[in-house]
Nanobody
Framework: QVQLVESGGGLVQAGGSRRLSCAAS????????MGWFRQAPGKEREFVAG?????????YSHSVKGRFTISRDNAKNNTMYLQMNSLKPEDTAVYYC????????????????WGQGTQVTVSS
């Protein structure tokens, strides 16, 4: 199995940027497709972005496409990233990274392992 630990959350002003990291340990990181999800208070968890095992294919939700960039480093530090630009108050949520032994999809049930989450708060 794989253990996931997110970091990089915090308070940021609207229009600002933030980079989240998801450090993986355990089984080979490159064996997993990865994804970012988020959950705002009172709302269901939603897909943000996904990336294939080798990083060659990425997927984004409509709400973040063009503002967020997902990436991963399989060679150096077994870490996935989410670069968030032009942040909006509606991006406020707990952000979770997840690993899938199948493919990166928008469905949370397709992911086998989850991190504990990191809070991102965007002030207006």
């Amino acid at each position: 199995q794989v253990q996931l630990v997110e970091s990089g959350g915090g308070l940021v002003q609207a229009g600002g940027s933030r980079r989240l990291s998801c450090a993986a340990s355990g089984r080979t990181f490159s064996s997993y497709a990865m994804g970012w999800f988020r959950q705002a208070p009172g709302k269901e968890r939603e897909f943000v972005a996904g990336i294939s095992r080798n990083g060659g294919t990425t997927y984004y939700s409509h709400s973040v496409k063009g503002r967020f960039t997902i990436s991963r480093d399989n060679a150096k530090n077994n870490t996935m990233y989410l670069q968030m630009n032009s942040l909006k108050p509606e991006d406020t949520a707990v952000y979770y990274c997840a690993a899938s032994s199948i493919v990166a999809t928008a469905r949370s049930r397709d992911y086998d392992y989850w991190g504990q989450g990191t809070q991102v708060t965007v002030s207006s």
